[in-house]
Structures are given as structure tokens and as C-alpha cells.
């Protein structure tokens, strides 16, 4: 079974650009979050999809956005790119979604903003 | 809410020794627990859990985990290191009472296993 795949792998963008990201989860897997990675701030959780609609959201400003298609993908998308946007962006997927599920993650998108 | 604490940014252990890595956490309900593993470069693994039942749960590796409800800890271990385990290792919680919330993070213990 092919795992979690995301793209692009590396992005390179310049301040007040936007980018989306895409995550392929595993067949069969409905739920998807995303999650972004820094150095100072650990792994913080940004939403949650399942089933296309999105069921949790984290903590941040309206220029983060997602949506989940019918086949599970998902893309998140950050509008008005900034300096602070750089991190490696994670995705997840698992089959419901349930509290006692573990996920299972791709590799990342590093995205770098200069 | 849901919290979890790794209280070592950094674990060196020498090869062959036993290493642990701690994490404790905080939920208003029962806990879900999970240990992931994240080697350079690349998304996390997952590598246990602990749902319900036995308090010491054996994941992929080697490793093993040990649920204490009373100290709210659930310390990763594994009775003899290898090189290969140098890595940053997340804890992660999840309140079983609370439905759907997000699985909450801790900032990860970096571990260094010394040849």
C-alpha cells in the first residue's frame, strides 16, 4: 500500500506570493490534517479534514486554508506568503479520523519564503 | 485541554545502553498516547500507542512504552540502543472524552545514540 505522498517536496517563494500544497493519503484513508513544522514551535496543528468537510481547526491567521476533494486529497493553501511561513508542512492521513487512530504521515513540502 | 510535555530537548545514550525518553500529559478525560519518530529530513513514523489495557505497550523497533496513570507519564524505552535510533521523538495525546479534538504535539526530545 502506498503511503502518504505529498507535493511538492520543496518550494521556494518570495514575500506577498501565495502557494498551495497537495497531500495524496493512503487508499482508503479518509481524514487528513496538516501540520507545520519549526524549529521553535515544534508541530502545530493548523486543520483537519474528513469526508470534505473540515473538522478541526487550529490556531491560525485566515491566510491558511485547505479543503479536501471527494477521492480524500487535499491542498492547503497560504495567501500573502511570509517570512514566518517558512517550515516544513506536514500532512497526515488516517482512516476515520477517531480518537485512537494514529496517523500516518508524509514526507513534508519544505517551503522556504524569501 | 489537552497537553503534553517532554521535559529533555536532548536524551545521549550510549550504544548498547538502555535509553528512555520521557513525556507526560495532561487531560480532563482518559488519554489516547502515541510515540512517533522523525529521522531527518522525512515526515513522522509512528511507533506505538496506548489505548486501553496493558500498561506497557510494544511498538515497532524495539520499542516499548509505559502508561502510569498516576504520574499521567507514558516514557518511551527500549533496553538497548542503536546509532540508527538517533532521532527526534514526538509524544502525542488525544482525550478520549473529547470527540474529534486534534492529537496534541509535544516539542520532541532529540535523541543521540553515541557509538
Known amino acids: 500500500k502506498a503511503g502518504v505522498t505529498q507535493t511538492p517536496r520543496y518550494l521556494i517563494k518570495t514575500r506577498g506570493q501565495q502557494v498551495t500544497l497537495s497531500c495524496s493519503p493512503i487508499s482508503g484513508h479518509r481524514s487528513v490534517s496538516w501540520y507545520q513544522q519549526t524549529p521553535g514551535q515544534g508541530l502545530q496543528f493548523l486543520f483537519e479534514y474528513f469526508s470534505e468537510t473540515q473538522r478541526n481547526k487550529g490556531n491560525f491567521p485566515g491566510r491558511f486554508s485547505g479543503r479536501q476533494f471527494s477521492n480524500s486529497r487535499s491542498e492547503m493553501n497560504v495567501s500573502t506568503l511570509e517570512l514566518g511561513d517558512s517550515a516544513l508542512y506536514l500532512c497526515?492521513?488516517?482512516?476515520?479520523?477517531?480518537?485512537?487512530?494514529?496517523?500516518?504521515f508524509g514526507p513534508g513540502t519544505r517551503l522556504t519564503v524569501l | 485541554a489537552q497537553s503534553v510535555a517532554q521535559p529533555e530537548d536532548q536524551v545521549n545514550v550510549a550504544e548498547g545502553n538502555p535509553l528512555t525518553v520521557k513525556c507526560t500529559y495532561s487531560?480532563?478525560?482518559?488519554?489516547?498516547l502515541f510515540w512517533y519518530v522523525q529521522y531527518p529530513n522525512r515526515g513522522l513514523q509512528f511507533l506505538l500507542k496506548y489505548i486501553t489495557g496493558d500498561n506497557l505497550v510494544k511498538g515497532s523497533y524495539g520499542f516499548e512504552a509505559e502508561f502510569n496513570k498516576s504520574q499521567t507519564s507514558f516514557h518511551l524505552k527500549k533496553p538497548s540502543a542503536l546509532v540508527s535510533d538517533s532521532a527526534l521523538y514526538f509524544c502525542?495525546?488525544?482525550?478520549?472524552?473529547?470527540?474529534?479534538?486534534?492529537?496534541?504535539f509535544g516539542k520532541g526530545t532529540r535523541l543521540s545514540v553515541i557509538a
Open positions: 497526515a492521513s488516517s482512516l476515520a479520523g477517531g480518537s485512537h487512530n494514529e496517523q500516518f
Open positions: 487531560v480532563s478525560g482518559n488519554p489516547y
Open positions: 502525542a495525546v488525544r482525550d478520549f472524552n473529547s470527540g474529534n479534538t486534534p492529537l496534541v
